[in-house]
């Protein structure tokens, strides 16, 4: 089994800010994966987040159950929602993804990587804590650094809604990340990375 986790905000009010990308990639692999009137998000309380479940039938091998979370405990405590969804699933940190923005990267683009620290991110920050290691995938994608200095900015930056002139890198994000997990998926995550990372 495979847990996929976007990182964000719930609410209208973060909808479309970059720190929603983790949400928009999901809700874009779901839509690309499954036929329209099935890509429902059911919220769970049990699980603090809103989930859907599919199954992954690949061409040569075993089907495999995959979760799909958007934790709602809002991004600084993310990790309180992923704990209790692998909790309760008992599966291993290796093979859950974290999907997540990333301020040190150009927007537009995306490096899949596993472990490490979590480059001041606040949502991986709460993940590694809660879970106790850092041994996970990620697939940080770029969003451009903040034109203002400061942790300040950032938090600007990252809380402000895509402009018009971030739609089109970020449309083309989406759709590439959606191919990486399908790939993932498919054969593994070594694969993704060696074709999907910005070079």
Request: net charge positive; charged share 30%.
């Given at each position: 089994?495979?847990i996929l986790?976007g990182?964000?905000?719930?609410?209208?009010?973060?909808?479309?800010?970059r720190?929603?990308?983790?949400?928009?990639?999901l809700?874009?692999f779901?839509?690309?994966?499954?036929?329209?009137?099935?890509?429902?998000?059911?919220?769970?309380?049990?699980?603090?987040?809103?989930?859907?479940?599919?199954?992954?039938?690949?061409?040569?091998?075993e089907?495999?159950?995959?979760?799909?979370?958007?934790?709602a405990?809002y991004?600084?405590?993310?990790?309180?929602?992923?704990?209790?969804?692998?909790?309760?699933?008992k599966?291993?940190p290796?093979?859950m993804?974290?999907?997540?923005?990333?301020?040190?990267?150009?927007?537009?683009?995306m490096?899949?990587?596993?472990?490490?620290?979590?480059?001041?991110?606040?949502?991986?920050?709460?993940?590694?804590?809660?879970?106790?290691?850092?041994?996970?995938w990620?697939?940080?994608?770029?969003?451009?650094r903040?034109r203002?200095?400061?942790?300040?900015?950032?938090?600007?930056?990252?809380?402000?809604?895509?402009?018009?002139?971030?739609?089109?890198?970020?449309?083309?994000?989406?759709?590439?990340?959606?191919?990486?997990i399908?790939?993932g998926?498919e054969?593994d995550l070594?694969a993704?990375?060696?074709?999907?990372?910005?070079?």
């Amino acid at each position: 089994m495979k847990i996929l986790v976007g990182l964000g905000n719930p609410g209208d009010k973060y909808e479309n800010t970059r720190h929603n990308i983790g949400f928009m990639a999901l809700e874009q692999f779901l839509k690309d994966y499954e036929p329209l009137k099935k890509t429902t998000w059911t919220k769970s309380t049990k699980f603090k987040a809103d989930i859907a479940e599919i199954e992954w039938n690949r061409k040569t091998g075993e089907v495999e159950k995959v979760l799909l979370v958007k934790p709602a405990t809002y991004m600084n405590n993310s990790g309180m929602s992923v704990k209790i969804v692998t909790d309760f699933y008992k599966v291993s940190p290796e093979n859950m993804w974290i999907i997540h923005d990333d301020v040190d990267f150009p927007a537009g683009s995306m490096k899949i990587r596993f472990g490490g620290a979590s480059a001041g991110h606040r949502g991986i920050t709460s993940i590694i804590e809660t879970l106790g290691t850092d041994k996970f995938w990620r697939f940080r994608l770029g969003i451009g650094r903040p034109r203002e200095a400061g942790h300040s900015g950032v938090v600007r930056h990252v809380l402000d809604e895509l402009t018009h002139e971030d739609h089109k890198a970020i449309r083309e994000l989406l759709k590439h990340t959606s191919k990486a997990i399908e790939l993932g998926l498919e054969k593994d995550l070594h694969a993704a990375m060696n074709r999907y990372n910005t070079k």
